[in-house]
């Protein structure tokens, strides 16, 4: 059993975005580390994540959150005849998908009938319609237009020639401070879920991390 000090129904919004928030709370329970120096600062609060560390963090989380609340199955599997690899199922529960602006309901939505395409990193690889420039920035700019729709962040006008960009978004550090005490329990339920099954939690972080970056845009080569 879960060794736990929460309950997996008691965060106040998707954990997703608890991660995309307090992510630096959670880097002690980080299975992969990116090499790259890019990094995101944590709204309201002077301190960073690698931004592809966070990236992977926020749809670890989710997973997880989901298969702790019993909304969906995680069990690592072997394919291949002759060449076997193993990767981690995935199968939907039933139940309702929750706020379409989610990853946890993007994620939900992305599960499909056949067994053999749910795979974790076929799941999210289908949570973009096409290839793109940067997935990871992908994902965090969706947990702030989540957190917008909350209260948490705001549209705010930009000045000088930077007008013609549009708005920005910006964190209300009065609401959003108030979700710091849930980042502890966010960590100790991701915790719980290494200790137990410590072979299902690397090979999820391997498989998000490839299905995120199977996403970037291949840079286009001019051989002229």
């Known amino acids: 059993m879960f060794v736990k000090d929460y309950d997996v129904n008691d965060f106040s919004l998707a954990p997703s975005a608890l991660a995309y928030l307090f992510g630096d709370v959670l880097e002690g329970v980080f299975a992969g580390k990116s090499r790259l120096t890019t990094s995101e600062k944590s709204p309201c609060r002077d301190v960073k994540v690698k931004r592809k560390d966070l990236a992977h963090a926020m749809l670890v989380t989710a ?36 706020p379409f602006a989610s990853h946890e309901a993007q994620i939900l939505g992305s599960i499909r009938g056949d067994p053999k395409n749910n795979g974790v990193r076929s799941i999210v690889w289908r949570l973009w319609g096409a290839d793109v420039g940067d997935p990871w920035g992908d994902l965090i700019r969706d947990s702030q ?34 979700l710091r005490p849930e980042a502890t329990p966010l960590r100790n339920m991701l915790a719980a879920f290494r200790a137990e099954q410590p072979e299902l939690y690397e090979r999820l972080w391997k498989e998000v991390a490839a299905g995120i970056a199977s996403r970037q845009e291949s840079p286009d080569v001019d051989f002229d």
């Open 63 to 98: 997973f997880v959150y989901l298969a702790r609340q019993g909304r969906l199955g995680l069990d690592v599997r072997t394919k291949g005849r002759i060449i076997k690899s193993k990767f981690v199922l995935v199968t939907a529960s039933g139940g309702p998908a929750g």
């Open 145 to 178: 237009r989540y957190l917008l729709g909350l209260g948490y962040f705001v549209d705010q006008e930009r000045r000088g020639i930077a007008k013609i960009m549009g708005k920005k978004l910006m964190p209300n550090c009065e609401r959003t401070l108030t």
